[in-house]
């Protein structure tokens, strides 16, 4: 990987060079930089190469991630063929993955107004390993978090429970947001 | 080599300068002006990526972007060719502009292209990108998976459709610097991950 040490754009620089952040005289001035030196150059290809693998890793269902709602819609909106299930606090929902489906997205309704902070909390199966993501993505206003598990490893569950829980946090203590209950079983065509 | 420093001035008060590379750019421009054909190939190989970048970063298409790279190459070959460039050393700002013009006149004039190729054949070798390192895709969804939720969270939906930061701030109710923030540290994590995996690779 390019080293990120050159003196006059940093990585950050050239991202948002990419995404078109820059103001036009900071946009046109790395433009100019990027014709001059190569090794800018690489490290922008290198960011544009990773971006491409995040999003082919993404659509794979390598790996799982909190996202919005407005994501989902865009993702809709391009044609990823998505199934969706909503969640209502204890709620639980019989689930599936079909082969046509790309991703697959959780939809956890909880009251978020006043939270500062929201942890994810997953227990696998019955009595299995528990995972705690600290920290999620989540917009107050949206009412919901967002999550989209990894596909790939769902599609080689058979019939599996899963219990996810949002923890609100503060500096001091925790309370429960909602407990959601996914029975998981693999997909039967006949439905 | 001989910087031309005296003696007293090597010190430690001395001030710092740094070896420049000869202008390559500049020197293979004079060279293609001075009729040299050798020169051209070379010429390309620099210049190419160089315009591909510029053109995914403003078209965001490959092809179109490969369109604009034959179409700048070319003129510049003929430019240079009939000595129409009056300052070589500045050959870098030369090409940017003319990229910037000639994706400027491709939108509004679609036929352009073939008409420059019809008038000027130049024979022109295919260029190669060099290669840039793309990321092992084991090595990448274990670093993904090993970053902070919130981190992966902004990382994915920037990368997934080249989301701004203001945007994406405005969905996750953060602000644009504290998206950058996230971001910044994000792509942090992920490539210190990856590298430290390259290292491991190759121990």
């Known amino acids: 990987m390019t080293p990120d040490n050159h003196a006059d754009h940093s990585t950050s620089d050239l991202l948002a060079y990419w995404l078109g952040e820059l103001d036009e005289a900071s946009a046109d001035s790395v433009e100019e930089h990027l014709f001059r030196c190569d090794a800018c150059g690489a490290r922008l290809r290198e960011l544009i190469l990773l971006g491409g693998a995040v999003r082919e890793g993404l659509l794979k269902g390598e790996f799982g991630t909190v996202v919005t709602p407005s994501f989902t819609r865009r993702l809709s909106a391009a044609g990823v063929r ?6 209502e606090p204890g709620g639980s929902v019989n689930c599936t993955v079909a082969p046509e489906d790309d991703l697959v997205i959780s939809h956890l309704r909880a009251e978020v107004g006043d939270v500062r902070q929201i942890d994810l909390v997953v227990d696998d199966g019955d009595g299995g390993s ?6 999620i993505a989540f917009n107050a206003g949206t009412g919901e978090v967002t999550f989209i598990p990894p596909v790939a490893l769902l599609r ?5 429970r899963q219990r996810m829980r949002l923890m609100a946090v503060d500096k001091s203590s925790e309370r429960l947001l909602g407990e959601y209950t996914f029975n998981h079983s ?5 439905g | 080599m001989d910087l031309g420093l005296s003696i007293e001035t090597r010190g430690f008060y001395a001030p710092r300068v740094q070896e420049i590379p000869p202008d ?3 020197e293979l421009a004079r ?3 001075a009729g040299d054909p050798e020169a051209e190939a070379p010429f390309c190989r620099r210049f190419a990526p160089r315009i591909r970048l510029f053109g995914l970063k403003r078209l965001r298409n490959d092809a179109a972007a490969a369109d604009l790279v034959q179409d700048v190459l070319i003129v510049a070959l003929q430019k240079l060719r009939a000595g129409a460039v009056r300052e070589p050393e500045r050959i870098a700002s030369f090409m940017l502009g003319m990229a910037r013009q000639m994706m400027l006149d491709s939108k509004r004039n679609s036929g352009r292209r073939e008409r420059i190729l019809n008038e000027f054949p130049i024979d022109l070798i295919p260029v190669e990108e060099p290669a840039a390192e793309e990321p092992d895709e084991a090595r990448l969804q274990h670093c993904l998976q090993a970053l902070p939720e919130r981190e992966r969270s902004v990382l994915v939906m920037t990368f997934y459709d080249d989301c701004p930061a203001d945007a994406l701030g405005t969905q996750l109710g953060l602000s644009t610097g504290n998206v950058r923030v996230i971001r910044h540290r994000g792509l942090q994590h992920l490539r210190d991950c990856l590298e430290n995996a390259e290292v491991r690779d190759d121990s």
Do not use: F, N, Q, V
């Open chain 1, 82 to 87: 998505i199934r969706e299930y909503h969640l």
């Open chain 2, 24 to 26: 390559i750019d500049a």
């Open chain 1, 186 to 190: 693999s997909y039967d065509p006949r």
């Open chain 1, 156 to 160: 080689t569950l058979g019939k599996d």
């Open chain 1, 130 to 135: 528990t995972h705690r993501s600290r920290h």
């Open chain 2, 31 to 33: 060279r293609i002006a």
